[in-house]
């Protein structure tokens, strides 16, 4: 398969999860990424685990964010190790790190710098809140920066009190904002032959995903979000049905959809609370808990038949173990097997991205520290 | 200069998903071109989110839609169709989410298109696939939600399923989208080739739950189990999550539980000494921790946290964010203006290139606004008299 961006050279000086998940996408568009890792201990997530997973002696996480990667161990503290890096750099196309302001700087590796040994580098930088300002030098880190970000009062109902996304959200939209941002930059070079400086944050990152309803609020003279206090309403913006019921066997999620249609098809009487367009607006909160009555009634399956049947958008609501067993998950081929060497396997998922009719897996597995250390010194004659 | 300048984006889409990657676009120097149905346009112009009215259209739109033109096409009309041929094969990128077969039957899939135009990028954003058995079914972030398993993680244990409260698979899919066809611009720019993206809601949800399900195809199959209370990630021990504080809410993410009891004052947290603790005993330690935490207020908490590197925060809503210096200083407001000249407020794109803001005062577009412009730039008459 021609990949986009292969020939390119990719250096991630990143740890945990927003840079080096933009380390990961580039990596499944094609380029070689390689990880420069602090010796003995490398990136803080190899030891950083959920559920006590480990993989040899690496953790499970670390190797979903850092398969196909490579590992070139270096001190940055280390005079010489400095000097084979500042090689290193002199041939690569893209940088990424996401120390917290000024430790760059101190180590003589900040986008200034770096350009005079490579004019041409792409060089990404991904911080908490921004270089400037009060929070510059707090922790980046996701559930902070969604507690900061106002995102907690969009999910749930009204008496939970602030409800955070359940993934790391910000890491996540962020490493996407940083590809994107890395490959605008490519196209920049290859136009006007100069490095780019690229820079996002987590804040910025969640306050994008937001851009939406904060548009709104900005519009509407600063009203903050207003949830619903019925269970299973799953949007502060949007009237019923949106939301989630339980069912006899289960839940079923209802979109948007026209309500006196719907209520009509379930045979559920709405006509006190529903008197026009607006209705389902203003008594959203009671509107919910009346169908809620209604959805108890039956199996999930008879209601997604009977609703899509005549049209209305709505699933049932799967977990992951039925999730992964329909047809369509199996279809669409989420899965991709890893080859971790010695044998060794191990599942995990593919790049979202098909290009040109073909899904862009990769069957490499994450390095262990260092890995590539020797290799590399050899074939870029840093020794 | 913005690194897309001078590039063409024809944009067919609707709703949020493929409009969101066409507006990266345009931020980052794309012209971007909605084409949009004749009398309707995109339905997103009136699928109103609370009451909010602005101008005559949906909030969300002037959101997902600013800095774009709008070409207003009937594409069921022979001279319409070639006018949207000739802009295509002028174009650099093409984007559509219509349901798999539309374009087909249309004449602008992906055969048809690259025989207009050999190097375009054509990018497509579906549901479910383009073949399998669901590829019909409708692509709506909450069903897409809901059909994931993305709604077992976020509130407690006994919340039931549920949702994030944001059309966040949406946002992911435009997000990857946009991704795969920047790849493919920076090939086109390298050796002239076209490329063919295309994006599912349903991979793009599961690639945002990458930890979790790989997690789940590695730990047996187990379900995720959310905390009873104050859960913020059903795959972290104890303290991960947000407590009621005296006079607010504060956000911890780590530390030792006996380090945290030792600092805030807690005795009963000094117990719990072995690591493990910490996920297996949660439940027990977060009630501890919620009941201690209400007691004091949060600069209290704060004041005793933050000096010893314990990661915290303070909890916002958006009021008190807005008036924060550590907000202000990001500059993420700007204004636009509407041809007509209406001005409203939104947010700017969260990418800074060499050190600028990607910032545009270019408001959404009224349907069909760009129609004549478009025409004489684009359409020679013998276009439409060939028809």
């Given at each position: 398969m021609n990949r986009p961006l292969e020939g390119l050279l990719v250096l991630e000086f990143c740890q945990f999860l927003a840079g080096p998940s933009a380390g990961l996408k580039l990596a499944d568009l094609g380029a070689r990424v390689i990880k420069i890792e602090r010796p003995n201990t490398g990136d803080a997530c190899r030891q950083l685990s959920i559920k006590n997973l480990f993989v040899d002696e690496d953790s499970l996480l670390f190797h979903t964010i850092n398969r196909n990667k490579e590992s070139y161990a270096a001190d940055l503290k280390n005079p010489e190790d400095l000097e084979k890096l500042k090689k290193l750099i002199g041939k690569a196309d893209v940088m990424t790190h996401n120390f917290r302001p000024g430790v760059m700087e101190k180590i003589g590796l900040d986008y200034a710098s770096v350009q005079n040994i490579n004019p041409k580098i792409i060089y990404g930088m991904v911080t908490?809140?921004?270089?400037?300002?009060?929070?510059?030098?707090?922790?980046?880190?996701d559930l902070l920066v969604q507690a900061v970000s106002g995102l907690t009062f969009l999910s749930g109902v009204d008496t939970d009190g602030p409800v955070p996304f359940g993934l790391s959200v910000s890491d996540i939209m962020c490493g996407n904002h940083l590809v994107q941002g890395i490959m605008a930059a490519l196209i920049k070079r290859a136009k006007m032959g100069k490095g780019v400086l690229v820079e996002v944050s987590l804040l910025e990152s969640i306050l994008d995903v937001q851009f939406e309803v904060l548009t709104t609020y900005l519009n509407d003279g600063g009203k903050l979000p207003d949830r619903s206090s019925a269970k299973g309403s799953a949007h502060a913006y949007l009237s019923a049905p949106y939301g989630m019921y339980e069912t006899k066997d289960g839940y079923i999620a209802m979109a948007m959809g026209n309500l006196p249609n719907i209520c009509a098809i379930i045979n559920c009487n709405i006509s006190d609370l529903y008197v026009e367009a607006g209705s389902a607006f203003e008594n959203r909160d009671k509107l919910i808990v009346r169908l809620a009555e209604t959805f108890k009634k039956q199996n999930t399956k008879k209601w997604v038949d009977l609703l899509e049947s005549h049209g209305i958008w709505c699933a049932e609501v799967l977990n992951y173990q039925t999730a992964t067993n329909l047809s369509t998950y199996k279809k669409l081929e989420i899965e991709q097997e890893l080859n971790l060497g010695d044998g060794k396997k191990m599942k995990t998922t593919v790049s979202p991205i098909r290009l040109d009719h073909q899904k862009l897996t990769a069957s490499k597995g994450a390095p262990k520290l260092g890995l590539n250390t020797a290799d590399i010194n050899k074939e870029f004659k840093l020794d | 200069m913005k690194p897309l300048e001078d590039y063409l984006v024809i944009d067919f889409s609707q709703f949020l998903s493929g409009p969101s990657a066409s507006l990266r676009l345009a931020d980052m120097g794309a012209r971007v071109i909605k084409i949009e149905r004749s009398g309707v346009g995109d339905i997103c112009r009136t699928l109103y989110t609370s009451n909010l009215i602005m101008n005559g259209e949906s909030s969300v739109f002037h959101a997902i839609n600013r800095n774009k033109e709008s070409f207003e096409v009937d594409l069921k009309n022979e001279v319409d169709c070639e006018m949207v041929r000739e802009l295509l094969k002028k174009a650099d990128i093409m984007i559509h989410n219509f349901r798999p077969g539309v374009m087909e039957r249309l004449g602008f899939d992906y055969q048809s298109v690259t025989a207009l135009n050999p190097t375009i990028i054509y990018g497509e954003i579906s549901g479910y696939g383009t073949e399998g058995e669901w590829r019909n079914k409708p692509g709506q972030d909450l069903l897409l939600q809901s059909v994931t398993g993305?709604?077992?993680?976020?509130?407690?244990?006994?919340?039931g399923p549920v949702a994030m409260g944001l059309s966040i698979v949406d946002m992911l899919a435009g997000a990857h989208l946009a991704q795969g066809l920047l790849a493919c611009l920076y090939r086109k720019a390298i050796k002239n080739e076209g490329g063919f993206i295309q994006v599912s809601m349903m991979e793009s949800a599961y690639d945002f739950q990458f930890e979790t399900i790989t997690t789940f195809m590695n730990d047996g199959g187990e379900l995720p189990q959310r905390s009873e209370?104050?859960?913020?990630?059903?795959y972290l021990g104890a303290p991960y999550g947000i407590y009621q504080t005296e006079n607010g809410y504060l956000a911890l993410a780590m530390g030792s539980i006996p380090q945290l009891g030792d600092l805030l004052g807690?005795?009963?947290?000094?117990?719990?000494?072995?690591?493990e603790e910490a996920f297996d005993k949660r439940d027990e330690i977060k009630a501890i921790l919620a009941s201690h935490l209400s007691t004091e207020t949060t600069e209290t908490w704060l004041s005793k946290l933050e000096p010893a590197d314990i990661w915290c925060a303070d909890v916002l809503n958006w009021n008190a964010l807005l008036d924060h210096d550590g907000f202000k200083v990001l500059n993420m407001i700007q204004e636009v203006e509407m041809v007509d000249g209406y001005r409203y407020k939104t947010t700017r794109c969260p990418i800074r290139i060499d050190g600028e803001l990607l910032t545009s005062t270019k408001g959404s577009p009224k349907l069909g606004q760009d129609n004549d412009r478009i025409v004489k730039e684009f359409i020679t008459q013998k276009t439409i008299a060939n028809v």
């Amino acid at each position: 398969m021609n990949r986009p961006l292969e020939g390119l050279l990719v250096l991630e000086f990143c740890q945990f999860l927003a840079g080096p998940s933009a380390g990961l996408k580039l990596a499944d568009l094609g380029a070689r990424v390689i990880k420069i890792e602090r010796p003995n201990t490398g990136d803080a997530c190899r030891q950083l685990s959920i559920k006590n997973l480990f993989v040899d002696e690496d953790s499970l996480l670390f190797h979903t964010i850092n398969r196909n990667k490579e590992s070139y161990a270096a001190d940055l503290k280390n005079p010489e190790d400095l000097e084979k890096l500042k090689k290193l750099i002199g041939k690569a196309d893209v940088m990424t790190h996401n120390f917290r302001p000024g430790v760059m700087e101190k180590i003589g590796l900040d986008y200034a710098s770096v350009q005079n040994i490579n004019p041409k580098i792409i060089y990404g930088m991904v911080t908490g809140y921004g270089k400037e300002g009060p929070w510059k030098n707090k922790p980046g880190q996701d559930l902070l920066v969604q507690a900061v970000s106002g995102l907690t009062f969009l999910s749930g109902v009204d008496t939970d009190g602030p409800v955070p996304f359940g993934l790391s959200v910000s890491d996540i939209m962020c490493g996407n904002h940083l590809v994107q941002g890395i490959m605008a930059a490519l196209i920049k070079r290859a136009k006007m032959g100069k490095g780019v400086l690229v820079e996002v944050s987590l804040l910025e990152s969640i306050l994008d995903v937001q851009f939406e309803v904060l548009t709104t609020y900005l519009n509407d003279g600063g009203k903050l979000p207003d949830r619903s206090s019925a269970k299973g309403s799953a949007h502060a913006y949007l009237s019923a049905p949106y939301g989630m019921y339980e069912t006899k066997d289960g839940y079923i999620a209802m979109a948007m959809g026209n309500l006196p249609n719907i209520c009509a098809i379930i045979n559920c009487n709405i006509s006190d609370l529903y008197v026009e367009a607006g209705s389902a607006f203003e008594n959203r909160d009671k509107l919910i808990v009346r169908l809620a009555e209604t959805f108890k009634k039956q199996n999930t399956k008879k209601w997604v038949d009977l609703l899509e049947s005549h049209g209305i958008w709505c699933a049932e609501v799967l977990n992951y173990q039925t999730a992964t067993n329909l047809s369509t998950y199996k279809k669409l081929e989420i899965e991709q097997e890893l080859n971790l060497g010695d044998g060794k396997k191990m599942k995990t998922t593919v790049s979202p991205i098909r290009l040109d009719h073909q899904k862009l897996t990769a069957s490499k597995g994450a390095p262990k520290l260092g890995l590539n250390t020797a290799d590399i010194n050899k074939e870029f004659k840093l020794d | 200069m913005k690194p897309l300048e001078d590039y063409l984006v024809i944009d067919f889409s609707q709703f949020l998903s493929g409009p969101s990657a066409s507006l990266r676009l345009a931020d980052m120097g794309a012209r971007v071109i909605k084409i949009e149905r004749s009398g309707v346009g995109d339905i997103c112009r009136t699928l109103y989110t609370s009451n909010l009215i602005m101008n005559g259209e949906s909030s969300v739109f002037h959101a997902i839609n600013r800095n774009k033109e709008s070409f207003e096409v009937d594409l069921k009309n022979e001279v319409d169709c070639e006018m949207v041929r000739e802009l295509l094969k002028k174009a650099d990128i093409m984007i559509h989410n219509f349901r798999p077969g539309v374009m087909e039957r249309l004449g602008f899939d992906y055969q048809s298109v690259t025989a207009l135009n050999p190097t375009i990028i054509y990018g497509e954003i579906s549901g479910y696939g383009t073949e399998g058995e669901w590829r019909n079914k409708p692509g709506q972030d909450l069903l897409l939600q809901s059909v994931t398993g993305l709604t077992s993680l976020t509130g407690n244990a006994n919340s039931g399923p549920v949702a994030m409260g944001l059309s966040i698979v949406d946002m992911l899919a435009g997000a990857h989208l946009a991704q795969g066809l920047l790849a493919c611009l920076y090939r086109k720019a390298i050796k002239n080739e076209g490329g063919f993206i295309q994006v599912s809601m349903m991979e793009s949800a599961y690639d945002f739950q990458f930890e979790t399900i790989t997690t789940f195809m590695n730990d047996g199959g187990e379900l995720p189990q959310r905390s009873e209370k104050n859960n913020a990630n059903a795959y972290l021990g104890a303290p991960y999550g947000i407590y009621q504080t005296e006079n607010g809410y504060l956000a911890l993410a780590m530390g030792s539980i006996p380090q945290l009891g030792d600092l805030l004052g807690c005795d009963k947290l000094l117990a719990y000494e072995a690591v493990e603790e910490a996920f297996d005993k949660r439940d027990e330690i977060k009630a501890i921790l919620a009941s201690h935490l209400s007691t004091e207020t949060t600069e209290t908490w704060l004041s005793k946290l933050e000096p010893a590197d314990i990661w915290c925060a303070d909890v916002l809503n958006w009021n008190a964010l807005l008036d924060h210096d550590g907000f202000k200083v990001l500059n993420m407001i700007q204004e636009v203006e509407m041809v007509d000249g209406y001005r409203y407020k939104t947010t700017r794109c969260p990418i800074r290139i060499d050190g600028e803001l990607l910032t545009s005062t270019k408001g959404s577009p009224k349907l069909g606004q760009d129609n004549d412009r478009i025409v004489k730039e684009f359409i020679t008459q013998k276009t439409i008299a060939n028809v």
